[in-house]
């Protein structure tokens, strides 16, 4: 390993930029930071300079004999050289460089959730984690999306955006008329709409979440196939995106394997 001992090192000072998004646009790299993230990115071969604070390598070796096996970069720096990497409020000590999983040109599969507007980034990365474990077959980001390999939203993922196949369309109406044209139903969730799990497609189906503040947007609104919500039983008039999404997600999960018995 190589040790550093200035944080102003240009290598150190390259990996900071990744903090900011155009950074990670530009480079086509973004931070992992904490044991499971680098795990990952290792295990899918993103893996591109591993940092290590000085004085765990015991506790990494494992993650530094993969990065070198690979050939990654691997450094070693101070805890305060990693702090201000990080942003972390109380950094593991290990982070890593990754490469951008390669961006998907069209998504196929029995359903696609879509994102129209999600700002939140603990929303969006809580979403793309739970169609991850619901068998989703891949993610559709609208524009005004929360950057999916910001901190935030990749700590929610817990590495499902490093696994799945994600799509970004800044036309997002403009994408689901496309997929509408393939055969898919799109089902935009609204107040108001019908009862979801009376109504909802099973199959070749895109499931259309909103923003938290205005719902799905209009041009969305009008080119989809259904219109559906949650029944709201209770004194509630809404729910969090991403709790919405996966209650919806596990029920068209759950008639999947209905189907295959």
Known sequence: MK?????RNPALLALR??????????????????????????SLGLCRTLVVQAGRQDDYAREIEAA???????LLVSREALAQLSEEPSPQGILCAAALPAPCARLEGERIV?????????????????????????VLLGGGCADLFGPKALRATMGSAMRMRVRRA????????????????????ELGG???????????AVLVIGSEGRGVSEAVR?????????PMRGGA??????????IMMYEMARERRAEGR
């Open 114 to 138: 879509a994102l129209d507007g999600v700002q939140d980034p603990g929303n969006v990365g809580t979403i793309v984690r739970t169609a991850d474990a619901a068998g989703f077959d891949g």
């Open 237 to 246: 008039e809404s729910l969090n995106a991403a709790v919405a999404a996966g």
């Open 222 to 230: 009008a080119v989809a196939t259904h219109h559906l919500a949650l």
């Open 3 to 7: 040790e550093i001992v200035s944080a």
């Open 170 to 189: 800044d036309d997002l109406a403009g994408e689901l008329r496309e997929m509408r044209g393939r055969g898919y139903a799109v089902a935009a969730t």
């Open 68 to 74: 070198e096996r690979a050939g990654c970069q691997t």
């Open 17 to 42: 930029a990744l903090r900011r998004p155009r950074e990670r646009s530009e480079s086509g790299l973004f931070l992992c930071e904490g044991g499971k993230l680098v795990g990952e990115a290792l």
């Open 194 to 204: 019908e009862d979801f799990y009376a109504a909802c497609p099973r199959v070749r």
